[in-house]
């Protein structure tokens, strides 16, 4: 059976929280809420390796669960989330509007009730539609039934995944409640500025996914000197930038086991300093002072796992996307790194 693992997160109560909400016609926002701003994705996680996985991120602080209809795994989070005896008014679950389910007001309320009922949860915290309807026609009464679902309590947040520019942009013409997320592939080769500012246009929160890069930059040698300078892994690296382009961030990480519980860990405490690019110092076994502490074991080549099952399935999606290099923030950034070292 295929192992699956979790990046490790100190155990602290719902981490750092990122507002929401749903910009209306007159400039106001409506149905806020909060997000905590790192989590877990459970794609590619089935069966008991999914539950178990959510069960050991729930015992290590995640407050975050990402899934979707399409993962075919709801029922196992849902499983995960009442073993781990943690209230539900803790955790924070997203789930997704299958693409080909979004054809309509009445489908799109009706999938959201069995998304529910799978999950085995009265509510859901945040509802997306998985990705722009194919047909054009369908794309206003697919967004008016999940702007029900908002209205009438199923859902506490609704928002979409990978929508471009022009997507959200069209949305202005037809929707009562603008999307409070826009969730989308980003991390430090594929930046995508223009479409994290569309989205923030609109009222909505960037939320990246896959911000390892699917497993393939971690031995980037730009990625592997600047992990070396600070202490941290290459994993950390590249989750801190995306979290300090203000993006939610939810890696499907993983290790292979769990390490012996004497063995030394390292903290990576994130410090943002007012009109400077932000820095990284490394501490050992500090507490948590009000920013994200990431704490991962200090093998970071186990750190991807499962990666040769998605390059075999997937890789075909990715292959254009790995030309993207790092540009200005990074090189501020290890400018930042060297300044704080001397």
Same mark, same amino acid.
């Given at each position: 059976?295929?192992?699956?693992?979790?990046?490790?997160?100190?155990?602290?109560?719902?981490?750092?929280?990122?507002?929401?909400?749903?910009?209306?016609?007159?400039?106001?926002?409506?149905?806020?809420?909060?997000?905590?701003?790192?989590?877990?994705?459970?794609?590619?996680?089935?069966?008991?390796?999914?539950?178990?996985?959510?069960?050991?991120?729930?015992?290590?602080?995640?407050?975050?669960?990402?899934?979707?209809?399409?993962?075919?795994?709801?029922?196992?989070?849902?499983?995960?989330?009442?073993?781990?005896?943690?209230?539900?008014?803790?955790?924070?679950?997203?789930?997704?509007?299958?693409?080909?389910?979004?054809?309509?007001?009445?489908?799109?309320?009706?999938?959201?009730?069995?998304?529910?009922?799978?999950?085995? $949860?009265?509510?859901?915290?945040? #509802?997306? *539609? %998985?990705?722009?309807?194919?047909? /054009?026609?369908? &794309?206003?009464? @697919?967004?008016?039934?999940?702007?029900?679902?908002?209205?009438?309590?199923?859902?506490?947040?609704?928002?979409?995944?990978?929508?471009?520019?022009?997507?959200?942009?069209?949305?202005?013409?037809?929707?009562?409640? $603008?999307?409070?997320?826009?969730? #989308?592939? *980003? %991390?430090?080769?594929?930046?995508? /500025?223009?479409? &994290?500012?569309? @989205?923030?246009?609109?009222?909505?929160?960037?939320?990246?996914?896959?911000?390892?890069?699917?497993?393939?930059?971690?031995?980037?040698?730009?990625?592997?000197?600047?992990?070396?300078?600070?202490?941290?892994?290459?994993?950390?690296?590249?989750?801190?930038?995306?979290?300090?382009?203000?993006?939610?961030?939810?890696?499907?990480?993983?290790?292979?086991?769990?390490?012996?519980?004497?063995?030394?860990?390292?903290?990576?405490?994130?410090?943002?300093?007012?009109?400077?690019?932000?820095?990284?110092?490394?501490?050992?076994?500090?507490?948590?002072?009000?920013?994200?502490?990431?704490?991962?074991?200090?093998?970071?080549?186990?750190?991807?796992?499962?990666?040769?099952?998605?390059?075999?399935?997937?890789?075909?999606?990715?292959?254009?996307?790995?030309?993207?290099?790092?540009?200005?923030?990074?090189?501020?950034?290890?400018?930042?790194?060297?300044?704080?070292?001397?």
């Amino acid at each position: 059976m295929r192992e699956l693992h979790v990046l490790f997160l100190q155990p602290i109560p719902m981490g750092p929280l990122l507002s929401l909400g749903h910009l209306t016609a007159d400039g106001s926002k409506s149905f806020e809420s909060e997000i905590p701003q790192f989590g877990l994705g459970v794609f590619l996680a089935n069966g008991p390796d999914c539950k178990q996985a959510v069960l050991w991120a729930l015992d290590a602080g995640y407050r975050h669960i990402d899934t979707a209809r399409a993962y075919e795994n709801e029922k196992q989070v849902g499983e995960a989330i009442v073993e781990s005896g943690i209230d539900r008014s803790e955790i924070f679950v997203t789930s997704k509007l299958r693409r080909f389910h979004a054809v309509g007001h009445e489908e799109t309320v009706h999938r959201c009730n069995e998304s529910l009922e799978n999950l085995g $949860l009265e509510y859901l915290d945040l #509802f997306l *539609v %998985h990705a722009p309807p194919k047909d /054009p026609y369908h &794309r206003k009464p @697919t967004w008016q039934g999940m702007e029900e679902c908002l209205e009438t309590g199923l859902v506490r947040a609704i928002g979409v995944s990978n929508y471009g520019a022009h997507h959200l942009d069209h949305m202005r013409s037809y929707a009562q409640y $603008l999307p409070s997320v826009n969730q #989308f592939e *980003v %991390h430090p080769w594929l930046q995508r /500025p223009g479409l &994290r500012a569309a @989205t923030e246009a609109i009222g909505a929160v960037p939320e990246a996914y896959s911000p390892l890069a699917r497993g393939k930059k971690l031995d980037d040698p730009v990625l592997q000197k600047i992990a070396n300078k600070i202490g941290a892994s290459p994993a950390q690296v590249a989750i801190k930038w995306c979290i300090d382009q203000g993006c939610i961030t939810i890696p499907r990480s993983t290790k292979p086991n769990m390490q012996e519980p004497d063995e030394e860990k390292i903290d990576v405490k994130v410090e943002k300093k007012e009109e400077k690019p932000e820095s990284i110092q490394i501490k050992k076994k500090k507490q948590y002072l009000g920013v994200l502490i990431l704490v991962l074991q200090k093998k970071p080549n186990m750190l991807i796992g499962s990666i040769s099952t998605y390059k075999n399935k997937y890789s075909h999606h990715s292959s254009r996307r790995s030309n993207h290099w790092w540009i200005s923030p990074i090189e501020n950034w290890k400018q930042s790194i060297t300044k704080n070292k001397n």
